[in-house]
């Protein structure tokens, strides 16, 4: 493929007073893996949703697969496989069933499609269920079945939108070796969405998207990098006077976060026997860990991602109505 | 076979042959949906056996002389016939509601096909699977004493089709505004059941009261339960007094409306429904 995979510029979606996304711009390479993370809320969605000419953007343009998303868009939906978060699939139809009427909506050429059911189904290991009823799987079989799905049009973009929400840790594990292997057997390029992030770190590039803005975008090795610090957590007696203290004696801003004390220092370990020789309040409880994609977030945002979800008021409410399981049109 | 021998498919670009195929695709689906569901096929036939066995005799003891002499439950025959078609329709195009509500209606939308394929599709379906079960209903002619003369059979099973279409496609506008399969479920309770009564399927529609009669002059369905009827009783013997009482045929301010005129209306009607249906479908994107 000539040129990027996906490009985006100055994207705006508004809906009514609320801006969902506030101006988007990225470049995504052919055969890369590009992660969106953010909390529930942060335009992940409605971003996802215009790439895939599921809704308008107000302002701004976007191509994918090098084809306009509002002014070329079949085009654009005949190159790209897409898997949403809730599941499209007939339940009343067996896998195989589902797959073919997947290949006859997009107008496969009909001698592709019977070596191609069995590649696409190979990949996500469920060949030997295909005469099952859909209603007959597990959820992480369904989430297979759509990956299989989205996959059999081959598609130079797929678009995953929260691939594992809703999964058992387990099951996500296994999707993500499907995923895994899916890019060796195949020349495409992912686009997704989570708002886990362990899994981003199986991305060859992030952005952190946070209230309809990405505020960071690099590698998952680079963000880690570019925070240093280790991340301390203390559960205290008196966390107010912890706090202050902490100020005081170390010169360390530290904020309230999951319910403990936590700041960043540069070498966690050393530290810690510093504050436990000379500390006004009792403390309870330590840990400190490494940085992880969860502490690039709170370094950018100043919240981790659980709280950003707890204190968010939905300004994509508007957004998940119109799409959103019951309006999807 | 390992996955590297096998070619990347490439979609080729619309054309009018991926949107039959694309039609044909969303037909097949309401009818494979249709002969694995039999409770259905069972259910939705006892409603008009209740109104054509149970009623039929039952309000034959108070009316066998509005009648003269012609069995109640032949002279509900043809409007049952309409019956049947109806809600077997409009249930059908409750499948676009059901298909919101778990997320299929979305890999239909986001397929690199017109929207008008898609609801014309879901339209033939929902009209076959109508007729389908029309047929049913046609099977029962004998136990009413209807004869099973070609002509009769053909003549119905047209209108069956024709007033299918124009259901489901009435349906589907309706299915096209609601997200939720209760909300379709009421508001269809309160359209289907003035269509019905309104229609003249129980009762001739001439010589009512002026408010009835403009009613059910409005009701689409009165103008394909009438050449039903028509269709019907030109295969009974009747006097002519009771052929003229019984089955008077539709008129418009005295002037009777020959039964083509009335087919081509109900037609007319659908293909303008699916019209509507198709427009509020691509609007909303």
């Known amino acids: 493929m000539d040129g990027p995979a996906v490009s985006v510029s100055g994207l705006v979606r508004r809906y009514g007073e609320v801006e969902a996304v506030r101006g988007i711009d990225l470049s995504i390479d052919p055969d890369e893996t590009f992660g969106f993370l953010g909390p529930n809320g942060a335009g992940k969605s409605t971003t996802i949703n215009i790439l895939c000419t599921l809704i308008k953007p107000t302002a701004g343009s976007a191509r994918v697969a090098g084809y306009d998303v509002v002014h070329e868009r079949d085009d654009v939906r005949r190159n790209i496989g897409l898997v949403f978060q809730d599941t499209t699939l007939d339940s009343y139809l067996t896998a195989e069933r589902n797959l073919r009427l997947h290949a006859e909506l997009y107008g496969m050429p009909r001698n592709t499609i019977d070596s191609r059911l069995r590649q696409v189904l190979d990949i996500v290991g469920l060949w030997d269920r295909r005469s099952s009823k859909v209603s007959t799987f597990s959820g992480g079989m369904k989430r297979r079945l759509e990956i299989a799905r989205g996959l059999m049009h081959s598609p130079r973009v797929l678009f995953l939108d929260e691939p594992t929400i809703g999964l058992d840790p387990q099951t996500r594990a296994s999707i993500w070796s499907y995923i895994r292997e899916l890019r060796e057997r195949e020349h495409i390029t992912i686009f997704m969405t989570t708002h886990y992030m362990d899994e981003a770190e199986y991305c060859d590039r992030i952005a952190i998207i946070d209230q309809g803005k990405i505020i960071a975008l690099d590698t998952p090795h680079a963000l880690k990098a570019s925070i240093g610090e280790d991340r301390v957590q203390i559960h205290t007696a008196d966390d107010t006077v912890a706090i202050a203290a902490l100020a005081t004696q170390f010169g360390v801003v530290a904020t309230m976060s999951e319910g403990v004390v936590t700041f960043g220092v540069v070498d966690g370990e050393q530290f810690v026997p510093k504050l436990f020789s000379d500390f006004p309040v009792a403390i309870r409880s330590v840990n400190v860990s490494r940085p992880s994609l969860d502490d690039v977030f709170m370094s950018y945002t100043g919240t981790t991602i659980r709280d950003a979800e707890a204190g968010s008021v939905d300004p994509v409410g508007a957004g998940s109505a119109l799409f959103g399981r019951g309006a999807r049109q | ?285």
């Open chain 2, 1 to 285: 076979m390992s996955a590297a021998t096998v070619a990347q498919v490439r979609v080729p670009a619309r054309s009018t042959t991926s949107e039959l195929r694309a039609i044909k695709i969303v037909w097949q689906r309401e009818l494979i949906r249709y002969f694995s569901d039999r409770l259905r096929i069972v259910t939705s036939l006892l409603q008009p056996a209740l109104f054509l066995f149970v009623l039929g005799t039952g309000l034959s003891k108070l009316a066998s002389q509005g009648t003269d002499g012609l069995n109640l439950r032949t002279f509900f025959y043809p409007g049952i016939l309409g019956m049947t078609v109806l809600f077997t329709a409009v249930f059908s195009a409750a499948s676009v509601v059901w298909d919101r509500e778990f997320g299929f209606l979305r890999e239909m939308l986001v397929a690199p096909v017109r929207r008008s394929s898609i609801v014309i599709g879901k339209c033939l379906g929902g009209a076959t699977v109508a007729a389908a079960q029309g047929v049913l209903m046609i099977a029962m002619a004998g136990l009413v004493g209807v004869p099973y003369a070609p002509t009769l059979v053909l003549g119905v099973f047209g209108l069956q089709v024709l007033l299918s279409f124009m259901l489901t496609a009435f349906a589907l506008v309706v299915a096209a505004r609601v997200t939720q399969m209760q909300t379709f479920m009421a508001l269809t309770q309160m359209l289907v059941m003035p269509l019905f009564f309104l229609s003249g399927a129980m009762y001739p529609v001439r010589g009512l009261p002026t408010w009835l009669t403009v009613l059910n002059r409005i009701d689409p369905l009165t103008y394909a339960i009438d050449p039903m009827r028509h269709v019907v009783f030109s295969h009974l013997s009747l006097t002519p007094e009771a052929r003229e009482r019984l089955d008077p045929g539709v008129t418009w301010g005295g002037w009777h409306v020959p039964v083509l005129l009335e087919a081509v209306l109900v037609l007319v009607i659908g293909l303008v429904l699916l019209g509507v249906a198709i427009a509020e479908f691509s609007r909303s994107d």
